[in-house]
């Protein structure tokens, strides 16, 4: 029995768009440390799920507590631990890279010492130093998903939720966040992803949840539900 606190705790989660029943009765834990990988078809309610935890959609019934408060009832104190990587990062194109992550940075109160050290340290990782000083407006789609992840990361989030992730990042960047995420769990944050990239989910999430049409079909260690399987195959055989 584990008797620590989650740091995501979803419980019997409902959301449903008119009649239809989007996410139907969803519960899962992400524990600190976890990487968590959400798999699912296309429309099988992974990014409606992601936008309750988050805080920027409502649900219809069910519980989600981030380090054991509700995200409903205590919504700005769960904001300050979170952190969110949408899917298609729309980023305010009329500032800098360094504006914007200066700006992230001080809506969450990082010091000024400590902020200059991680903007430097994760721009460096993610060769996106020599743009900083650009306009938004001038980013590749792979270079505004850097800027946000930047700014995901400058306050040490508690749980970091990214949806898709991978989509759009060259080899390199892919590798290096990679490297970030194993990086922030070590210190005892949690993340929670949903991806379509199975090898990655695979190789680096130690839990792994499978939803389908709404419905969570699967969930727990990646290693028990692979077997000696692949995801790939686990997933495709769940379609059958
Ligand atoms: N704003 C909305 N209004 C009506 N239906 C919606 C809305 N948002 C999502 N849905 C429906 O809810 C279901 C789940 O969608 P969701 O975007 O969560 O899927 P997903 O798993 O993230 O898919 P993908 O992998 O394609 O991103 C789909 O049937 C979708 O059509």
Redesign the pocket.
Known sequence: MEDRVPVLAVSHFTKT??E?R?VDDVSLAVMPGDIYGFV??????????IRSIVGVAGFDGGTINIEGMSVVDQPIAVKRITAYVP?NPDVYDFLTGIQYLDYIADIFEVPAAVRRERIERYADKLSLTSALGDLISSYSHGMKQKVVLIGALLHEPKLLVLD?PFVGLDPEASYTLKGLMRELTERGSAIFF?S?VLEVVEKLCNKVAI?KA?KLIVDGSTEQIVGDKSLEDVFLGLGK
Do not use: V
């Not at 699912?40 to 799920?49: C, D, I, Q, S, V």
């Open positions: 768009f008119g239809k989007a699912g078809h296309n429309g099988a309610g992974k990014t409606t799920l899917d898709e949903s379509h939803i709404g």
